[in-house]
């Protein structure tokens, strides 16, 4: 019999705007750019994709990353506990909380659960959508690669 996922009855999940997602801490500190995110928040900003790259990112190891907020551990893009640039924002955040780091019981319970005030509250994500946005956030992972390795 094949193994059915923790979520196979779906995950209500709905933003509350604690901002806490924006927020740097430990491991989940960068949010990490495609050159499509990349473009997309360049878009936003009404800038070229070019100047954007030059204000807002870093690079390490081959990856483009938003630069950390030298005044605090918010995102640059954090005002309000509201996004500036929501409509444009990056994969990562998009796909939140739908990681494929969390999608096992006990790290869906420690890392969104306990962390994010918006976790079993709001609209019931279906399984097949809670796939799609784990899906949408790997290939994003492996367009990174392909583009860390292309440059």
């Given at each position: 019999?094949?193994?059915?996922?923790?979520?196979?009855?779906?995950?209500r999940?709905?933003?509350?705007?604690?901002?806490?997602?924006?927020?740097?801490?430990?491991?989940?500190?960068?949010?990490?750019?495609?050159?499509?995110?990349?473009?997309?928040l360049?878009?936003?900003l009404?800038?070229?994709?070019?100047?954007?790259?030059r204000r807002?990112?870093?690079?390490?190891?081959?990856?483009?990353f938003?630069?950390?907020?030298?005044?605090?551990p918010?995102?640059?893009?954090?005002?309000?506990?509201?996004?500036?640039?929501?409509?444009?924002?990056?994969?990562?955040?998009?796909?939140?909380?739908?990681?494929?780091?969390?999608?096992?019981p006990?790290?869906w319970?420690?890392?969104?659960?306990?962390?994010?005030?918006?976790?079993?509250k709001?609209?019931?994500?279906?399984?097949?959508?809670?796939?799609?946005q784990v899906?949408?956030?790997?290939e994003?992972?492996?367009?990174?690669?392909i583009?860390?390795?292309?440059?």
């Open positions: 019999m094949a193994h059915k996922p923790f979520y196979r009855d779906g995950l999940f709905s933003c509350q705007n604690s901002g806490r997602c924006c927020i740097s801490r430990g491991q989940w500190g960068y949010v990490y750019l495609t050159l499509q995110d990349r473009r997309d360049a878009r936003e009404k800038m070229t994709t070019q100047e954007f790259t807002y990112t870093g690079k390490e190891d081959g990856f483009y938003l630069k950390e907020n030298p005044d605090g918010e995102c640059l893009f954090l005002e309000n506990n509201k996004c500036r640039v929501y409509k444009g924002r990056p994969t990562q955040c998009r796909t939140w909380p739908f990681w494929p780091e969390v999608m096992n006990k790290a319970r420690k890392d969104v659960v306990d962390f994010c005030p918006g976790a079993n709001g609209r019931l994500y279906t399984a097949l959508e809670i796939k799609r899906l949408e956030q790997k994003s992972e492996q367009r990174m690669i583009e860390r390795t292309s440059s």
